[in-house]
């Protein structure tokens, strides 16, 4: 089969890597893609929002799948332009229909959701530009810390956590009134705090049946000890050592089933994967919110760990035989970690050399943010290298990753150099399946 893949991150990197294994594979197409991604397929040039242009080139290349990585396509409505598309029939696209990639798209949308089929999460309200006053009159009403979150798609930065009062009615005041987010921000979504420990859970469904995908931790603030501010995310953990057999088998007769049931009941045709952004709290899993794609970088920590064939899986989807396809999930632990350029998560300097990549052994190097220069590599981005690494325990794979991610520099990089360790005190209890 031919497939087209798109995005140009880690997380499609990793992807790529990924799919290329697969024996299934005929040919990989990559738009835009990046300079890592040219050893796996080829990297195409291609205008998503110029139908003529995305439909030759479908046809052309005879295109059986289309896998799309980053949300924005989705809730742009990449899938329903193909899918309704007649000359397009035969293509099967990963990842959601508009009126599904709402539950990322709209965190209002999602919430509803969740409320409507029993499905654990905090309790919320809902502010709409021109409701200033009552969203800032609801701040005496909820325990500090106040939970705000831009209703739209914000670029990882909508969601403010602050115990300060007055900092959270200047945040208001800047969604609601300045405009701050575009319209992102036009609706705020207050909710209650969880008190625990974040995890990410992910499942691939063909829309009836679903199979759950190894979870993660991932580490979102720039610095050592959760300092600093939040980024797409600095680096990921898998397997979970408190997500343990109990643990996730609440996940999925609490979370996963019923949100899948929820879809069919209302007659939302959904595809692909879903990520669960989760808390644990005391041992009982809430959402925090629902993407409709892999994390990042927690792709780069969980497809490695992946045996099962990728493509098969996406076969399952396309004849909606998914039920009868087996995951099947390495054991052991896989560590992966960002190398970000000087000022992220704020400007940043692109252009700077990369050196020591030919010198990384028995670990994954997949690129965030690179360009090919005069010279060779170069940054091009924030988050630029992801270094991924696996070892018998989380103690090794830790040790492994930094040990190959110490060669790799640019002038100004800038990683974290303590993922993982928050975890290695808290074992798996006795008899735990790590998925």
């Known amino acids: 089969m031919n497939v087209l893949l798109i995005g140009s991150g880690g997380r499609e990197h990793a992807l790529a890597w990924k799919l290329a294994q697969s024996t299934l594979l005929d040919a990989l197409y990559i738009a ?15 205008d998503l929002h110029d139908g003529k242009a995305l439909r030759r080139f479908l046809l052309d290349n ?12 989705l809730v742009d409505g990449l899938h329903d332009r193909i899918a309704d598309d007649p000359k397009l029939a035969d293509i099967t696209v990963i990842g959601p229909r508009a009126a599904a990639a709402r539950l990322e798209g709209s965190k209002d949308f999602a919430k509803e959701f969740m409320f409507r089929h029993h499905i654990p999460t905090a309790v919320h309200r809902t502010f709409r530009q021109g409701e200033l006053k009552e969203a800032v009159a609801h701040l005496d009403r909820v325990k500090p810390p106040y939970v705000l979150k831009a209703d739209g798609l914000a670029a990882g930065k909508g969601v403010v956590i602050t115990s300060d009062r007055k900092e959270a009615e200047k945040v208001l005041r800047d969604m609601l009134e300045k405009g701050r987010f575009g319209s992102a921000g036009e609706r705020v979504v207050i909710e209650d705090h969880l008190s625990g420990i974040e995890v990410s859970a992910f499942l691939i469904t063909d829309g009836r049946s679903f199979k759950m995908l190894p979870a993660a931790k991932d580490y979102k603030r720039i610095g050592d000890g959760d300092t600093g ?44 994967f879903l990520f669960m952004g989760l808390m644990n709290v005391g041992g009982e899993p809430y959402v925090i919110e629902y993407n409709v794609r892999l994390g990042d970088p927690e792709a780069e920590a969980i497809l490695p760990r992946l045996r099962s064939d990728l493509m098969d899986l996406f076969e399952g989807i396309a004849t909606g035989t998914l039920s009868e396809r087996h995951v099947d999930v390495d054991d052991r632990t896989c560590v992966s970690v960002v190398l970000a350029s000087e000022g992220y998560p704020g400007e940043v300097t692109k252009g700077r050399a990369i050196t020591g990549l030919q010198e990384v ?31 018998k325990d989380l103690e090794h794979a830790i040790l492994n990753t930094y040990t190959q991610a110490a060669g790799v520099t640019f002038q100004g990089r800038q990683l974290r150099t303590d993922i993982g360790h928050d975890l290695v005190r808290q074992p798996a209890k006795s008899g735990a399946v790590q998925a």
């Open 62 to 73: 005879r295109i059986r799948i289309v896998v799309v990585g980053p949300e924005g396509p």
């Open 32 to 46: 835009p893609g990046n300079p890592g991604m040219a050893r796996h397929g080829r990297l195409v040039d291609l």
């Open 361 to 391: 052994r028995d670990a994954l190097v997949f690129h965030a943010g690179t360009a090919e220069g005069a010279q060779g590599l170069v940054t091009a981005g924030g988050r630029v290298l992801v270094v991924t690494a696996m070892g």
């Open 229 to 272: 501010p939040n980024t797409g995310g600095m680096g990921a953990v898998s397997p979970v050592p408190f997500a343990d057999k109990d643990f996730m088998q609440k996940v999925h007769d609490r979370i996963a089933a019923p949100t899948i049931r929820g879809l069919q009941q209302e007659g939302i045709a959904y595809q692909g």
